[in-house]
């Protein structure tokens, strides 16, 4: 109403109101506020860019509150599972020991990494885990290749190392992991890929924030006959009675593939849970973010909007006071 | 401001307490493999090393210069751990050589498992699985380890399902033309009839 007033007395306070040229360009990139002009060049301040981007920050905090519930459900039903499996590998060391750092010829390294993005940086952990690996076990006749799981390591290996790359395989959760699918999975790449050793690595699951890389190793027949034979570690492989086949080579075969399917199932299951564990503290940082950027948006837009009330409030009173004096 | 370091502080506590591995995976005293820690070090400097298997697992006992009384057995399957360092007085494992019995003592071993019974006793009491195939580990120390991939309490199998399976796979062997089919059928009939057996004696 004081507008309006305003408005209808114009031609007698030419003197107060400054037309303003609208200028082509800004000369400052996207300035927070807009003065746009009025119908007769009064200038009033548009909240509205601040506006926008707040329920754009609303939004996105929403969706990634949404992201965390589902992370956390996924997590809740893999994470029995996994728990489950860890007896699987423990009979396999205490009888093999463990030796990642055997000497051999050919390294296969296995890479298990997640499909889906926004899991905080547990495959890239896994990647570098790899690479470290590969410069490890680098040497005159020695050779390491990559057999990789999910799309995120393969994404970041097939850019430097895609000579190395022997096998990959994508879309792992599509159902739900049992044994059967992992025990295909090894067989195929033991069909496929000639290995002395075989370095599984993996992320494994201790608690809903922490993850440690781990990598097993599995060593070929051959290889665990040699290393038994000279004693160390595999020294007493020797005293233990080998019952029923033809012979101990053919048992040894069947324990070495056995193993690398059950090391391999545990860790896809640790691995899965890391994923899911990883994206929920993800995804909760990410709404907290977006929680205090909304904050600082009010402030912005709380003090845009007085500010243009208390502009407005001082044109009406200096028009008004003109009026009297 | 203010509210959000009180925040953080009181989640500090809490996340620590939460940090503590599961009961299953108890943190062993074995230190990781040292070659490889330094073999690690040196190559790349700026990363921890990655942790091995050893390091997240209990030490077996070494073994004792007597015979112990009791046979300790871990019985694994993928989905579950059925038996955890349990304290038994025999177990009879269907090796591939026939039904093995071990006893407390018994020489180190490596046998690998045919589908049939597995029982174990304790004191009067026998439980009875029936294991599709596997793995025994016997050690010095009287553990035994049975990796199995599937094992089931015998009382719940189906006789029915059991005869009608065995039909279908004696037929597939008869009437399957590669090798490939022959060997599968072959598998499907040492299983029903393994488990024929198993419901019969």
């Known amino acids: 109403m004081a507008m309006a007033a305003l408005r209808r007395e114009g031609g007698r306070f030419a003197p107060l109101i400054y037309p303003r040229p609208i200028t082509a360009f800004r000369s400052s990139p996207l300035p927070p506020i807009l003065e746009n002009e009025g119908p007769v060049g009064v200038r009033y301040i548009s909240t509205q860019v601040v506006r926008n981007r707040m329920k754009s920050v609303k939004n996105i905090q929403k969706i990634t509150k949404a992201m965390k519930m589902v992370a956390a459900s996924k997590l809740r039903a893999i994470q029995t599972k996994a728990e489950n499996s860890r007896g699987l590998w423990q009979p396999f060391t205490a009888l093999l020991g463990d030796l990642p750092s055997a000497d051999v010829k050919k390294n296969v390294v296995v890479t298990i990494s997640s499909d889906k993005g926004l899991c905080g940086g547990i495959n890239s952990t896994s990647v570098k885990i790899s690479k470290g690996l590969h410069k490890l076990n680098s040497g005159p006749e020695k050779e390491t290749k990559y057999v990789i799981l999910g799309e995120k390591a393969k994404a970041q290996l097939i850019r430097d190392s895609k000579k190395d790359i022997e096998l990959i395989i994508t879309e792992l959760q599509k159902n739900p992991l049992n044994y059967t699918q992992v025990s295909v999975l090894a067989d195929e790449i033991l069909k496929n890929v000639e290995f002395d050793a075989l370095r599984i690595v993996f992320n494994k699951f201790h608690s809903v924030v922490s993850f440690v890389p781990t990598v097993s190793t599995v060593l070929s027949p051959e290889v665990v006959e040699k290393e038994a034979e000279s004693g160390g570690k595999l020294g007493d492989l020797d005293s233990y009675e080998v019952e029923g086949g033809e012979t101990k080579g053919e048992i040894l075969q069947n324990l070495a593939e056995f193993q690398f399917s059950c090391v391999m199932f545990n860790a896809v299951l640790e691995n899965a849970c890391s994923e899911q564990g990883a994206r929920m503290s993800a995804m909760d940082s990410s709404s907290r973010n977006a929680g205090d950027m909304l904050d600082r948006l009010t402030l912005t837009y709380n003090r845009t909007r007085q500010a243009s009330i208390t502009t407005e409030l001082i044109e009406i009173i200096s028009g008004a006071s003109a009026l009297e004096g | ?201």
Do not use: C
């Not at chain 2, 502080?9 to 995976?25: C, E, G, M, V």
């Not at chain 2, 599968?184 to 009939?189: C, P």
């Open chain 2, 1 to 201: 401001m203010l509210r959000q370091a009180s925040r953080l502080l009181a989640r500090a506590p809490i996340l620590a307490a939460r940090a503590r591995p599961f009961s299953t995976d108890l943190p062993a005293a074995q230190s990781a493999d040292a070659t490889f820690t330094e073999a690690w070090a040196k190559v790349i400097p700026n990363m921890d090393p990655p942790k091995t298997p050893l390091s997240f697992m209990q030490p077996r006992p070494p073994t004792p210069s007597s015979i112990p009384s009791k046979l300790t057995v871990n019985f694994v399957l993928p989905y579950s751990s059925e038996l955890a360092t349990k304290e038994v007085d025999m177990v009879i494992v269907p090796a591939t050589t026939g039904q093995m019995g071990v006893l407390p003592g018994h020489v180190a071993t490596i046998a690998e498992l045919k589908p049939g019974v597995l029982s174990v006793h304790e004191g009067t009491e026998v439980t009875k699985y029936f294991v599709s195939s596997g793995f025994v580990f016997i050690h010095a120390n009287s553990f035994a380890d049975i990796i199995a991939v599937e094992a089931v309490p015998l009382d719940q199998l189906d006789a029915n399902l059991v005869q009608k399976g065995l039909a279908d796979f004696t037929s597939k062997l008869s009437s399957g033309t590669t090798d490939l089919e022959k060997a599968e059928a072959q598998i499907g009939i040492d299983v029903h009839s393994a488990l024929n057996s198993a419901l019969t004696g």
